[in-house]
């Protein structure tokens, strides 16, 4: 029987264009805050998120690095990849890591330092996420590839250019309250509808910008947080993992993702709950139209509907569901190894009550939903106060 | 409790420069052919061991993209890293993942597609399981590393010229008949001793080649195996996992590689056997010094007595402990990405009794130690007839 598995510690680096710190050094920064706010004075074993670091640094081999520098290397550390899925999934592995018993007290960091290259590499090495030899190859950037998906939302279901806008406006109102993000300004319609284009209809007020940053959590059974931890634990209910063609032009229908869809459904299961039970959700907003899609899929509105959802205030913080209350990838910022384990980090957050003028009231349940590429892998996580 | 795990399937692709095939094809090349030695007719997710094709071939996202290439897009697929380690903690994932009871038959492949570039941003994308920062930006290489741990074995020790010339004759005898070796000829110590100088005192025929390749194998719980599986099942009876300093000038000792030893000790707790139990072994031998440090770490001869055990035969096929039977990386080849499992498919065909001319008589117990960068990751699994 696998062994119930617990948050007990989260930690951030400084987010933004860290010109003065290097990728290991940012990493330390997260994985010691997290070991503090644990409480912590060992840990068993690391998985550490990252999706380009050889491109972006030049370093592969990064588990047995961060071991190293967080003075720990003979530990088991391992290196997860799945494009900007890789924090997500560093969680999953060690959450099967503590469920199966092989290590009880477990960190998991994700990391991204992409500035140490020019604007046209990291491009590149973004770029990376989607299929080199049939798309990259032919030109395409990721921003080409969300606007083709925006255009056929529009198409299909009306969505117009200023709902759009509307959920780069929410999360930067969101963000203007969490002291880590990179772009905490708050903005307007206008400010997005006017900003420089960058791929039709996306502008880049739709966008995510590169970060440099890191995140990491501590994780444990129940049974021995319960014991040792001084803050509420913060249990992992739903874990769903899924994926679908690495190629946009493989799809059926460039409104949907599917391994979203997929994801959700294993998490609920697990879980034992609905859409409904959930008080709030960090989602993959790498581009305003990502956030729209992926809230259709997690069945928080209809299909088709995503668009009106920030518009009329729904998924902003007072609503219904508050979606990225963290300011999201668009605001808080998108390095991109470590989001998947920054939304977990801002759920635990909320989760314990500590999110200050930012916090959801009541929040007893959250979930993430962290994506690779343009939907070519999803890992969703379902989380409760313990 | 955990289940028991099981090795049902096993596949190779074709070994060498394919200049033919790109990433993609290798990787379902050797995943259809595990499949089909399973006999099985689904898969429930994957783990995908690869280094670095960002680098080598500008593709990450590689979990994805290898689920969609062999038709099975939508199951979780996970691709993980330790440098040249990575084929052997994909293993420990999949292991894992059974273990836990995630899934039920799950594929775990290697590859790695190195011939894409030209020999510099090979030898560069190789070095990033370097320390980037410390080692590589001062000049160092592989090669160079691993010189100076032989320098060192030869200073401490007495280890010979000859007797490191006696590790690439073992293998490549091995691999001559292994019909998959990349470089299948005999030599003998004069052709290594008057081959090319790399760095001092490795010659070129001290070195694994570079090599495209991809290994795979599929594993399930021993309970299911019992009742699908035609071939004699080979069990997973013991995993250690350990690193160490990625930096060689961290470490105390240039002789030692603790993570291997640290990782082959948890590995014979787990399986509760010693080495006088294990009838052949699979060892990373990248460099003709690193087979001699590293049966002095898995205790198969004292420390320091590394050296004579090629040139005594007593690691030969017929010897006490046969050791890379397959040829290991030096004649085989080295895929980076891929070696891990490679070394796991070569022990499970000894197993079953099906190496045919380098078959090691009556071998029930097989061990692996799978090794990324100077040493600062090892994998290390035992196997055992089911």
């Known amino acids: 029987m696998a062994r119930d598995v617990a948050i007990i510690g989260v930690g951030l680096s400084k987010w933004g264009e860290l010109w003065e710190q290097s990728l290991r050094d940012i990493y330390v920064e997260a994985a010691l805050a997290a070991i503090k706010d644990a409480g912590v004075d060992k840990i068993d074993s690391m998985y550490v998120g990252n999706m380009s670091a050889g491109l972006f640094t030049g370093q592969e081999h990064l588990a047995s690095l961060m071991a190293d520098y967080l003075g720990v290397a003979s530990i088991p550390s391992a290196r997860v990849e799945s494009a900007c899925a890789s ?215 209809k299909k088709g509907k995503g668009g009106s959802a920030a518009e009329s205030g729904m998924t902003r913080l007072g609503g219904k569901i508050p979606v990225n209350t963290s300011g999201g990838l668009k605001s808080k910022g998108h390095p991109v190894g470590a989001t998947g384990v920054a939304q977990v980090v801002e759920i635990v957050k909320q989760l314990r009550g500590e999110a200050g003028p930012r916090q959801v009231k009541n929040a007893r349940i959250g979930m993430t939903q962290n994506m690779g590429g343009s939907g070519g892998s999803t890992v969703v996580h379902i989380m409760e106060v313990a």
Do not use: W
């Not at 997500?88 to 890591?97: Q, T, W």
């Not at 963000?175 to 900003?195: D, F, H, L, R």
């Open 87 to 301: 924090g997500g999934l560093a969680v999953k592995m060690g959450y099967m890591e503590v469920a199966l018993g092989m290590s009880d007290v477990v960190l998991v960091g994700g990391v991204e330092k992409m500035t140490d290259v020019g604007t046209d590499e990291a491009t590149f090495a973004l770029a990376t996420a989607a299929d080199q030899d049939y798309e990259v190859y032919q030109g395409i950037t990721f921003p080409g590839l969300y606007a083709m998906m925006a255009r056929a939302h529009m198409e299909k279901y009306g969505t117009t250019r200023e709902q759009l806008a509307h959920v780069a406006v929410k999360n930067h109102e969101h963000g203007s309250m969490n002291p880590v993000a990179q772009y905490p300004q708050k903005i307007t319609v206008e400010n997005v509808i006017n900003s420089v284009m960058i791929a039709d209809p996306l502008r880049i007020l739709d966008c995510s910008p590169i970060t440099d940053g890191a995140a990491a959590i501590i994780l444990c059974p129940v049974e021995l947080a319960k014991k040792i931890s001084k803050k509420p634990p913060v249990k992992i209910i739903g874990l769903g993992h899924a994926t679908d063609s690495i190629a946009l032009h493989s799809r059926k229908d460039l409104t949907s993702l599917p391994a979203t869809a997929k994801a959700a459904k294993a998490a609920y299961k697990m879980a034992k709950v609905n859409i409904d039970k959930i008080d709030l959700v960090e989602v993959h907003d790498c581009f305003t139209i990502a956030e729209i899609i992926v809230i259709e899929e997690l069945g928080i509105v």
